[in-house]
C-alpha cells in the first residue's frame, strides 16, 4: 500500500527473517510456527509471495519505526499505521469507531495489510499462519456472508468502494477457526466498511470495523 523498497526475494530466508523480526517486535506473544515442516509461506503459489512478503515487511517497517506502548488501542494503532504510509480513511470515520472496535485493512489484491492486534488475541493460528494461509483457510463462516463479503471486496479491487454500514448487510455472524490448535470460534459484529485513499484520492483499500462479542474454544477439553 505504500511504495516501500519493491521486494527482490520471495526466498524462504527471507521470509523467515522478516518473520521472526515481526514476532519480535509483537514481543515474543504469538508463536511463529508449529512443528508442521517449513512455513505455510512455502506452500503459496509463487505469484502469491511477493505481495504477502512485502504486506509482512510493511509491518516490519512499521512497527520498527514506532514504538508502540501497551495500552495502544487497535483505533489509535490504525491511525499511526494509516499517517505512516500517507494513507487516510473516508471522512470523519474514526468519529464511528470507539477503542473496543477491531479493525483490518485489504487492499485491491485482497491481502489484509493491517490486523487488529485484539483480534490476533483470539486467534490460536501461528504467525505463520496468520500471514500466509488465505483466510477462508484459515475460517469457516456462513455462505451467505462469505458471499456477501466477496461482493463487498469486488468494489475494493474496482476502486468503486463508498463507506458502507454493515448492520443490515451483514448479520452478527461466528467465524471458526478451520485448524487452529484450540478451535476458536468467535462471534463478531459487522460495522462498516469503509475506504482507504492515497494521496491522489484514489481508493487503494478498505477498512473492515467490527466488534467481538464471544470467543470460545471448541476442542474438547485436556483432562
Not at 454500514?165 to 478451520?178: A, F, S, T, Y
Request: hydrophobic share 35%; charged share 20%.
Amino acid at each position: 500500500m505504500k511504495s516501500l523498497p519493491e521486494v527482490t526475494s520471495v526466498s524462504t530466508e527471507s521470509y523467515e527473517t522478516a518473520l521472526k523480526k515481526f514476532a519480535e517486535l509483537l514481543g515474543g506473544s504469538h508463536a511463529l510456527k508449529r512443528d508442521y515442516p517449513g512455513y505455510a509461506y512455502d506452500g503459496l503459489p509463487e505469484q502469491y509471495k511477493a505481495p504477502v512478503l512485502h504486506a509482512l515487511q510493511e509491518w516490519v517497517d512499521f512497527f520498527s519505526m514506532h514504538t508502540m506502548p501497551n495500552s495502544i488501542s487497535d483505533k489509535q494503532l490504525l491511525w499511526r499505521f494509516l499517517g505512516a504510509f500517507r494513507l487516510k480513511p473516508d471522512g470523519d470515520f474514526f468519529s464511528k469507531i470507539d477503542d473496543e472496535t477491531c479493525l483490518e485493512v485489504v487492499n485491491r489484491a485482497g491481502l489484509q495489510t493491517f490486523r487488529s492486534l485484539s483480534f490476533m488475541s483470539v486467534c490460536s493460528y501461528t504467525l505463520d499462519e496468520v500471514i500466509s494461509v488465505p483466510w477462508p483457510n484459515l475460517y469457516r463462516r456462513d455462505e451467505d456472508i462469505t458471499n456477501s463479503y466477496i461482493n463487498l471486496q469486488s468494489t475494493i479491487t474496482d476502486g468503486t468502494l463508498t463507506h458502507r454500514d454493515l448492520p443490515g448487510l451483514i448479520r452478527v455472524h461466528e467465524v471458526v477457526e478451520i485448524s487452529g490448535f484450540d478451535k476458536l470460534a468467535t462471534t463478531i459484529k459487522p460495522m462498516y466498511l469503509s475506504p482507504v485513499y492515497d494521496g491522489t484520492g484514489a481508493v487503494v483499500g478498505g477498512i473492515h470495523a467490527f466488534k467481538i462479542l464471544k470467543c470460545e474454544s471448541l476442542s474438547p477439553a485436556q483432562g
